[in-house]
């Protein structure tokens, strides 16, 4: 199994700044690409930002030029740099991984989510 864990969220005032970041576990083989996700109340789960193993990026309009996705695969670690929050980027963000695990099987993994609330 993998496990995906995520940190660094909490309350910021608007125009702040935050860096989130998720560690994965478990029997990892290779990492094709990791991302962030985010949820605010009453709204469906959104992509943030993606970033593939050799380093393409895919940014949500909202956050583009604001968020940076960065990796460390040989960490298996994923990290999102939040400058400019705004209000409605409250949400609860979450990691997520396509990976292949010790066995050679690609699967889809989710952490528990960081709460990220910005707000004066």
């Known amino acids: 199994q993998v496990q995906l864990v995520e940190s660094g969220g909490g309350l910021v005032q608007p125009g702040g700044s935050l860096r989130l970041s ?11 690409a990791m991302g962030w996700y985010r949820r605010a ?3 469906q789960r959104d992509l943030v930002a993606t970033i593939t193993s ?8 909202s956050v583009k030029g604001r ?4 990796r460390d695969f040989a960490k298996n670690t ?6 400019n929050l705004k209000r ?15 066995r050679r099987v690609r699967g889809n993994y989710w ?3 960081t709460q990220v609330t910005v707000s004066s």
């Open 54 to 61: 050799d380093g393409t990026t895919n940014y949500a309009d």
């Open 111 to 113: 952490g528990q989510g």
């Open 88 to 102: 409605e980027d409250t949400a609860v963000y979450y990691c997520n991984g396509d990976m292949w695990d010790s």
């Open 22 to 32: 998720c560690a994965a576990s478990g029997s990892i083989f290779s990492i094709r």
């Open 78 to 83: 994923v990290y999102l740099q939040m400058n």
């Open 41 to 43: 109340p009453g709204n």
């Open 67 to 70: 968020f940076t996705i960065s």
